[in-house]
């Protein structure tokens, strides 16, 4: 596959920037880990066994390739454009995030470090996470926000198994960005024996570009899959932005096929109301959050706001940089779905396609029940199928069926 090693290297540049985006805003105490990161990352990239080993594991652990599916009913059901979806919900542990978990996990490794700590907010990436650690023999701490454990707790339980010690961090809104907080702390007392595998193409530098790469291989392989079965390329690739990883690793491999149009979706909650959403590309502004410059939901004071989205994995105050760069730029567009979107696209595609979505790739498919009846017939979109629904069948069934289930 050797995605690592075909990956063009112009973005970011050596001091991590975007454009105006992205860089190193992290104490000093955490320069030298950094630094001795990217460096390490840079060695493995060039060493064929790492990427051989990669491979295997992506191979034979996690699952990859994913196919690519072609929604047949939905593609009639909607009267547009031929949909394609992109079935990373098939992975191991339910989602994409554990092709960044891995490629962490082996940078560890070589960098001798064997302890582990993460931050997650729906507990996929804890999960991840906690699995390539017990993969490896990895010590693994996960801090996770309290109000988080209490809506994720089968994803706690879960990371429990695994062998993973959760730790719950009661601060301000007791979710995501309080837990990244926490994690930040952790690294700085404790770098020279822990690495941070950080769950989204976000953070200082070389975070994003790490992230990107080792999830590049979704629009590696969905590129050469269209090809051989359209012998063409897709007119518009589409998929939920959190931090922008799932995004970022389909649109990646397509960036220079300037007729290839790309859309991500953000979560908009219960509407582009103050507090009420998290989409940072309606009304956020740029600023600095937790090591990188991008756009982000703050007040006039810089204060972050509050924000909310029917998936946890969505519901963040900033964006990934480099997302905000190819926003400037005009390469990617990006949109959002409300919650009621969300939902009602996660029961079209249980009931259409026997498909369960996450809630945060829902956001992904309700844009694509707008935009393929506006398209014609011959035209192609692939959506990333980023994850799927098991751990959301307490929150849909909630919001869905009026119904409380307890695990
Ligand atoms: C975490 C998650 C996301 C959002 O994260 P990104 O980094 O934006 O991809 C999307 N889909 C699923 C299934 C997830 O678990």
Redesign the pocket.
């Known amino acids: 596959m050797s995605t690592l090693a075909h990956a063009p290297a112009s973005l970011p540049d050596s001091h991590g920037h975007f454009g105006q985006f992205g860089g190193m805003f992290v104490p000093e105490t955490l320069m030298a880990a950094l630094k001795e990161l990217e460096s390490e990352y840079a060695a493995a990239r060039a060493d064929a066994s790492f990427q051989a080993e990669l491979d295997d594991l992506l191979h034979n652990y996690v699952g990859r390739p994913t196919p690519l599916y072609f929604a047949e009913r939905l593609t009639s059901h909607l009267g547009g454009a031929k949909v394609y979806l992109k079935r990373e919900d098939l992975l191991h542990t339910g989602?994409?995030?554990i092709n960044n978990a891995l490629g962490q996990a082996l940078l560890a490794k070589r960098l001798g470090k064997k302890r582990i700590i993460a931050e997650t907010g729906?507990g996929?990436?804890g999960v991840a996470t906690a699995t390539v650690c017990a993969r490896f023999g990895l010590q693994c701490r996960v801090y996770m926000g309290k109000v988080d454990m209490e809506r994720q707790a089968l994803n706690v339980a879960r990371m429990r198994f695994l062998g993973a010690e959760v730790v719950a961090v009661t601060a301000g809104q007791a979710t995501l960005k309080e837990a990244v907080n926490e994690a930040m702390r952790d690294w700085v007392t404790n770098v020279r024996t822990t690495h941070y595998i950080l769950g989204?193409?976000l953070g200082s530098h070389p975070f994003p570009m790490i992230v990107r790469d080792f999830h590049r291989v979704i629009g590696v392989e969905a590129r050469r899959q269209i090809l051989e079965k359209e012998n063409r390329l897709p007119d518009m690739l589409i998929a939920?932005?959190?931090?922008?990883?799932?995004?970022i690793g389909l649109f990646h491999a397509f960036l220079n096929d300037a007729s290839v149009k790309m859309c991500g979706v953000e979560a908009g909650g219960d509407g582009i109301i103050q507090g009420r959403h998290a989409a940072r590309f309606q009304g956020g502004k740029l600023g600095v959050l937790q090591g990188t410059k991008t756009y982000l939901l703050a007040n006039h004071d810089g204060q972050i706001e509050l924000t909310h989205s029917v998936s946890a994995?969505?519901d963040y105050a900033a964006v990934g940089p480099e997302h905000a760069y190819y926003r400037d730029q005009g390469r990617i567009e990006y949109t959002y779905a409300t919650d009621d979107e969300a939902l009602s696209a996660f029961r079209t595609l249980s009931e259409i396609e026997g498909l369960i979505p996450?809630l945060?790739?829902a956001h992904g498919i309700a844009e694509v029940i707008k935009r393929a009846p506006t398209m014609d017939p011959s035209a192609i979109i692939i959506a990333n199928l980023?994850?799927r629904g098991d751990k959301d069948v307490a929150q849909a069934a909630r919001h869905i069926l009026g119904e409380e289930i307890k695990f």
């Open positions: 989602a994409h995030k729906a996929q990436h989204s193409a939920c932005v959190g931090g922008g990883s799932n995004a994995g969505l996450a945060e790739t980023s994850g």
